[in-house]
């Protein structure tokens, strides 16, 4: 039996092979949040050069941006994988979200029994990715000073 020149997957008819446009979507949406989320980093780096945070703060910035959701400035990860990510517990990485949180960088929506919490990046308290798609995003503008 030989194998096809391109992988794919169906199960009970419905196809999940990847799909050409959904790789080219995700490509478009790191591409443009890549820069944005660079700068967002920079701003918790001069928070902690201010002596606002600590540099674990810094490792916990990092290990946000890295999980694929930060393309639309949320993580969705949980207190216990961010933990074991920064090498530490869940209750320091819940110390570090709370003075992220607390310098204007970070924003939470509590998730429901069973389901984490959903971060958001923000500057200022406000997020820096917009909602809509065909807005541009507003760390450019002024209004973060």
Not at 13 to 19: C, K, L, T, V
Not at 36 to 51: D, Q, S
Not at 114 to 119: I, K
């Amino acid at each position: 039996m030989t194998r096809a020149a391109h992988a794919f997957r169906i199960v009970g008819g419905i196809d999940f092979s990847p799909n050409r446009d959904d790789k080219a979507a995700l490509f478009q949406a790191r591409a443009r949040a890549r820069p944005i989320l660079k700068e967002w980093l920079i701003r918790v780096e001069h928070h902690i050069m201010a002596g606002a945070l600590s540099p674990l703060d810094l490792m916990m910035a990092r290990e946000l941006t890295n999980y694929p959701s930060a393309n639309e400035g949320r993580c969705y990860a949980g207190q216990e994988r961010l933990g074991k990510a920064i090498g530490s517990c869940a209750r320091t990485a819940r110390s570090s979200l709370k003075r992220l949180c607390q310098a204007g960088l970070l924003t939470t929506k509590r998730g429901g029994p069973g389901r984490t919490s959903a971060w958001t990046f923000c500057i200022n308290g406000r997020p820096i990715f917009s909602n809509k798609e065909d807005d541009e995003p507003k760390l450019k503008g002024k209004e973060f000073s």
